[in-house]
């Protein structure tokens, strides 16, 4: 018998069934694509994120995968004199981790589903039209090109993304809200940008962000207002892509990033921050990764987020033969716990850097002003780095935020 299906092939669910095969359970790991490929985004964790990996057994599959550490955080923007630009070390916030990682996502997914066929999984690729009944027996619905399929499993996660797919099918909703849009694309031949140097900021009407991934080739991301939503689609979107990080703040203006070579699709979204209204599962089924609910994209971490569900959930399935909702309780409250955090850090970060204009030029001064005279202004920052439970409780607090912006108005 089947004791669990996962219901996508990402970091989330392929991770799942890592831990869960290794713990001997019989899983079964249904992923939409035919074989894994770039899907732009979910190619950056944090550390905190990396020992969550390292708890899950997996990893060794992001450093198989071409995962490459990242060491220096630097903060090029219209707001910053060049003589204030300076790098920030960011490989000493957890002992024994470094700095985070970046790595091509559909290299790793690959490589994390093959372990967990190593582990006596079951890998169904090209599995279309999903259904998932949630109940005691949960029952799960599949065809390939084989035919229609049908596996009446102990447990069922549901770890398709944003998409949520099994989540709409099982009735959670979500709470969506959107700041902004955001785009991203794969670049080779970045040979003049220091490699382990990632580098964020803002200027005009585009916050922009570069995450190398070693010998050459990055990921960069754009993020920009929604009424601008459709300045990188249609013929020359890659170019006017590229074009746009030709930057009076970034050395040579950008010179490095502009003549660098596509590598990739370049893909366009909205950035939405989705929060479940109600718990992230129902009997027989339980929801992880994006699919339970994110923060904006803006903050990067969602691939932590995903690999701290499934661990979670994991330990909760291999620690004890109560697999009813009530046993997934404790879950239920520590995600939305951190995802209060999260979304409250990524709120913070969206209104200082992607916010444009005079006046939101004159905040992001004043706010490094105010953050450069007393360091608990920074305290939001530390999200990128450690786990939401460890950042200081007045980070969070309503009475920060409005000092924060009453002071950088």
């Not at 732009?40 to 020992?51: D, S």
């Not at 031949?189 to 490699?195: I, K, Q, T, V």
């Not at 992230?280 to 994006?290: K, N, Q, R, S, T």
């Not at 009475?399 to 002071?407: G, N, Q, Y």
Request: proline residues 5%; glycine residues 12%; charged residues 25%.
């Amino acid at each position: 018998m089947t004791d669990v299906v996962i219901v996508g092939g990402g970091i989330a669910g392929a991770s799942a069934a890592c831990r869960l095969s290794a713990g001997g359970l019989e899983v079964v790991l249904l992923e939409k694509q035919q074989a894994y490929h770039d899907l732009v985004r979910g190619e950056w964790l944090a550390p905190w994120g990396i020992r969550e990996a390292q708890r899950l057994g997996v990893y060794d599959c992001f450093g198989a995968g071409g995962a490459w550490e990242i060491r220096e955080w630097m903060t090029w923007d219209e707001a910053v004199e060049d003589d204030e630009v300076e790098a920030v070390d960011m490989t000493g916030f957890i002992p024994g981790v470094g700095g985070p990682m970046s790595f091509p996502h559909h290299a790793v997914c690959e490589l994390m589903a093959a372990q967990a066929v190593g582990s006596g999984a079951r890998l169904v690729m090209d599995a279309s039209r999903i259904q998932v009944t949630a109940g005691p027996q949960p029952v799960v619905t599949y065809r390939t090109p084989e035919g229609r399929h049908e596996i009446r499993p102990r447990m069922v996660l549901g770890a398709t993304g944003r998409g949520c797919t099994v989540g709409r099918q099982i009735g959670v909703t979500m709470r969506n809200s959107m700041h902004h849009w955001g785009g991203g694309m794969m670049v080779e031949g970045l040979d003049a940008w220091p490699a382990d140097v990632q580098a964020m900021g803002t200027e005009g009407d585009v916050m922009f962000m570069v995450f190398p991934q070693g010998y050459g080739r990055a990921r960069l991301y754009l993020n920009f207002p929604a009424e601008n939503k459709l300045r990188y689609r249609g013929e020359g979107g890659v170019e006017r892509f590229l074009a746009a990080f030709e930057l009076d703040c970034l050395p040579d203006r950008g010179k490095a990033v502009t003549e660098a070579v596509p590598a990739g699709p370049l893909s366009v979204w909205p950035s939405v921050s989705s929060v479940p209204e109600g718990p992230p599962l129902a009997e027989g089924v339980v929801l992880i990764g994006d699919e339970a609910g994110n923060a904006d994209t803006v903050l990067g971490t969602g691939l932590s987020c995903a690999m701290r569900d499934s661990r979670t959930v994991c330990d909760i399935l291999l620690g004890s033969a109560d697999w009813s909702p009530a046993a997934f309780e404790p879950y239920v409250r520590e995600r939305e716990f951190r995802l209060d955090r999260l979304a409250f850090g990524a709120d913070i970060v969206s209104r200082l850097h992607v916010e444009f204009g005079e006046e939101a030029v004159e905040r992001r001064r004043r706010a490094r002003r105010l953050m450069a005279k007393n360091f608990a202004a920074q305290v939001t920052g530390l999200l990128n780095m450690v786990a939401p439970e460890d950042v200081p409780e007045f980070g969070f607090s309503e009475f920060f935020a409005e000092r924060l912006f009453r002071e950088t108005a």
